[in-house]
């Protein structure tokens, strides 16, 4: 390669690659990393000037040049020079953000929809006394992702008036504290009209009178509350009842109790996702009579269980007792259940229970330690007496019998990594 390089530079040939036209370099562009494209943008001038069209700047993820770009006045040649108008999506998580480089975005990237912040820092670097309504944030932004931020007040002043199109959104502890401060909390969930899904995980100062007033959010499909400490549960009835569309409801690791549990009117839910993993303060008694009545959510397909009651919560007595509801209201849309690291389960329960509920697809039995993993000598047996199943269940067909043992039996037997069950479809993190 280098030897022809060298032919072409002295015989002073054009590459074939030069002859290209710049729509079809640009196209080519596209499909090059962030990191790629400012390798390509160092080859020549002509290349340097096509990596910096603002076509391959509408979707950029900088997490990577946190460090470099953390200088304000870097930042802001760059938001000047290469974001543009044309800009609709970029991740900024990990940046120190000082006031007037969000006024710079704001400012330049009148197009920008998509903004993820995570764990930014938000800097004053100028003197002012009472001028609050200084700060410039984007506006028209349809996905906001701010978890785990901190600094100025005077920057979530200015994000809490500019969500009024947001359908994605993740807040913080700080943006809490001071929109309640300020008393312009409840306003700016009023304005919130569009909002679909909300992710308020590690909010861990966020109480659930707080939390009670998202319920006016109609519309809300999404909500994660993960890790939330100070979260009792009694706002879940208020979200039940009033967000008619509600799906997914992540409540690992609340302070939800048995008391909470059985008050919570599950049966009118239209949930697909629930998750009640690492609720300590939930012992057998209340997770025995909040099972009967999950077990009545005709739309469930996920629930989680993991480590609940602090890992002795959950028992076979319980688990069976969830397989025979789910029969008796005739519940088959649950496929994956979730009862990891639950010390009080045994082999034989989840043989019972699997017997009982072949229609559910994954169970995650991950760190029980009464319950063992599937040897390859029990699956043989197992898959020689399914094989047998097969002939009396599709007598007559043309495809192989490895196509109908697929088609019939897709579910998991044994323990499996908590790695492949975060990585399979029924995953409950949120788009942001």
């Known amino acids: 390669m280098f030897v022809?390089?060298?032919?072409?530079?002295?015989?002073?040939?054009?590459a074939p690659i030069f002859c290209l036209d710049e729509g079809t370099f640009i196209k080519i562009f596209s499909?090059?990393?962030l990191k790629d494209l400012m390798r390509a943008s160092q080859v020549c001038r002509f290349w340097y000037r096509l990596s910096f069209d603002l076509l391959l700047w509408k979707s950029t993820d900088l997490r990577r040049f946190c460090n470099s770009l953390n200088d304000s006045t870097k930042f802001q040649a760059l938001a000047n020079t290469r974001l543009g108008n044309k800009i609709s999506y970029i991740d900024l998580s990990g940046f120190v953000l000082s006031e007037e480089s969000l006024r710079v975005l704001a400012t330049r990237c009148?197009?920008?929809?998509?903004?993820?912040?995570?764990?930014?820092?938000?800097?004053?670097n100028y003197h002012r006394t009472s001028d609050k309504d200084y700060v410039l944030f984007p506006k028209h932004l349809e996905c906001l992702d701010i978890r785990f931020s901190h600094g100025s007040p005077s920057v979530y002043r200015a994000i809490g008036k500019e969500l009024k199109h947001v359908k994605w959104l993740g807040l913080c502890d700080a943006f809490f504290q001071t929109l309640i401060a300020d008393e312009s909390l409840e306003t700016t969930i009023d304005s919130m009209e569009h909002l679909r899904k909300l992710d308020l995980s590690h909010c861990l100062t966020l109480k659930d009178t707080v939390l009670a007033l998202f319920a006016r959010c109609r519309n809300l499909e999404v909500l994660s509350v993960r890790r939330c400490s100070f979260l009792t549960g009694a706002f879940i009835d208020n979200f039940l009842g009033s967000c008619k569309v509600l799906k997914t409801l992540i409540l690992d690791g609340i302070s939800l109790d048995d008391e909470t549990m059985q008050r919570v009117t599950w049966r009118s839910?239209?949930?697909?996702?629930?998750?009640?993993?690492?609720?300590?303060?939930i012992t057998q008694t209340g997770l025995q009579s909040a099972v009967t009545q999950i077990?009545?959510?005709q739309s469930l397909e996920y629930l989680g269980l993991c480590a609940i009651?602090?890992?002795k919560a959950l028992t076979d007595h319980i688990l069976l007792e969830l397989g025979v509801s789910l029969s008796r209201w005739r519940s088959r849309t649950l496929k994956s259940l979730n009862v990891s690291r639950s010390r009080?389960?045994?082999?034989d329960g989840v043989a019972e229970f699997r017997r009982s509920c072949s229609f559910v697809e994954m169970l995650d039995t991950t760190d029980c330690p009464a319950v063992r993993k599937s040897t390859k000598k029990d699956q043989r047996k197992l898959d020689d007496f399914e094989k047998d199943q097969i002939y009396e269940k599709i007598p007559s067909t043309n495809i192989t019998i490895s196509e109908c043992y697929n088609k019939i039996y897709r579910r998991r037997n044994g323990s499996i990594s908590a790695t492949q069950f975060a990585r399979s479809k029924y995953v409950l993190e949120t788009p942001l």
Do not use: P
């Not at 022809?4 to 054009?14: C, I, P």
């Not at 009148?110 to 938000?122: D, E, G, I, Q, Y």
């Open 4 to 14: 022809e390089l060298l032919d072409v530079v002295f015989n002073r040939k054009v």
């Open 31 to 33: 499909y090059l990393s």
């Open 110 to 124: 009148k197009k920008l929809r998509v903004l993820k912040m995570r764990s930014a820092t938000f800097t004053q």
């Open 269 to 281: 839910a239209s949930l697909k996702h629930l998750e009640l993993g690492w609720c300590r303060f």
């Open 295 to 297: 077990a009545k959510i």
């Open 309 to 311: 009651g602090e890992e």
């Open 344 to 347: 009080a389960l045994t082999q």
